[in-house]
Nanobody
Framework: QVQLVESGGGSVQPGGSLRLSCTAS????????MGWYRQAPGKQRELGAT???????NYADSVKGRFTISADNAKNTVYLQMNSLTPEDTGVYYC?????????WGQGTQVTVSS
């Protein structure tokens, strides 16, 4: 059974930082890459950042220069370091994995940026 387990969400003041983690288990075939997507209240899910197993990264324009995605391939774990957070970053952050078997999603972790 494939599982993606996210952690690290929470509440923070504007300008603060959070670090999200996501570990994939039960994936028997190769992972192409993993990433973070977010869904703000009343909006569609959108790209945050992705990283391939080769280390190639891709960021949404809205997070470039503030967020950093990294991965530990041996642990099937991806991280998202989020700095200089703003209220517009509030939402549910979902971890996703793209594999030979298909795409998988975590349950999401809430990030709230508010003063």
């Amino acid at each position: 059974q494939v599982q993606l387990v996210e952690s690290g969400g929470g509440s923070v003041q504007p300008g603060g930082s959070l670090r999200l983690s996501c570990t994939a288990s039960g994936i028997s075939r190769s992972i192409y890459g993993m990433g973070w997507y977010r869904q703000a209240p009343g909006k569609q899910r959108e790209l945050g950042a992705t990283i391939t197993t080769g280390g190639t990264t891709n960021y949404a324009d809205s997070v470039k220069g503030r967020f950093t995605i990294s991965a530990d391939n041996a642990k099937n774990t991806v991280y998202l370091q989020m700095n200089s957070l703003t209220p517009e970053d509030t939402g549910v952050y979902y971890c996703g994995a793209s594999t030979v078997e298909g795409n998988y999603w975590g349950q999401g972790t809430q990030v709230t940026v508010s003063s």
